[in-house]
């Protein structure tokens, strides 16, 4: 499987962002898929995980309640809705699959990132 990861851009603080995770090759819809970031000088943080049937979504303490993962099967794609943003979620967001019926770390197959900038 391949993922591409896309939808990243510059957003005012307190400001909405969309991203998605398109896979490719046989299999994505039947994989768990996270979403993490880095920023710049930090280390990798999970960010949201959801399960190959959409079900139990897992968010990270700094984004619950303010980004909503989805998954559309049928386009297979993930998506990361990112609402009321803030400087500090300002990273390159990386999405990634998880075999063995996990859609939480550690993650196996990592796609490209997309920078995500929140300016004051």
């Known amino acids: 499987v391949q993922l591409q990861a896309s939808g990243g851009g510059l957003v005012q603080a307190g400001g909405s962002l969309s991203l998605s995770c398109t896979g490719s090759?046989?299999?994505?819809?039947?994989?768990?898929v996270g979403w993490l970031r880095q920023a710049p000088g930090k280390e990798r943080e999970f960010v949201a995980g959801?399960?190959?049937?959409?079900?139990?979504?897992l968010y990270g303490d700094s984004v619950k309640d303010r980004f909503t993962i989805s998954r559309d099967n049928a386009k297979n794609t993930v998506f990361l809705r990112m609402n009321d943003l803030k400087p500090e979620d300002t990273a390159v967001y990386f999405c990634?699959?998880?075999?063995?019926?996990?859609?939480?770390?550690?993650?196996?197959?990592w796609g490209q990132g997309t920078l995500v900038t929140v300016s004051s």
């Open positions: 090759g046989r299999g994505f819809s039947n994989y768990g």
């Open positions: 990634a699959v998880a075999y063995g019926g996990r859609w939480w770390g550690p993650y196996d197959y």
């Open positions: 959801i399960k190959w049937s959409g079900e139990d979504p």
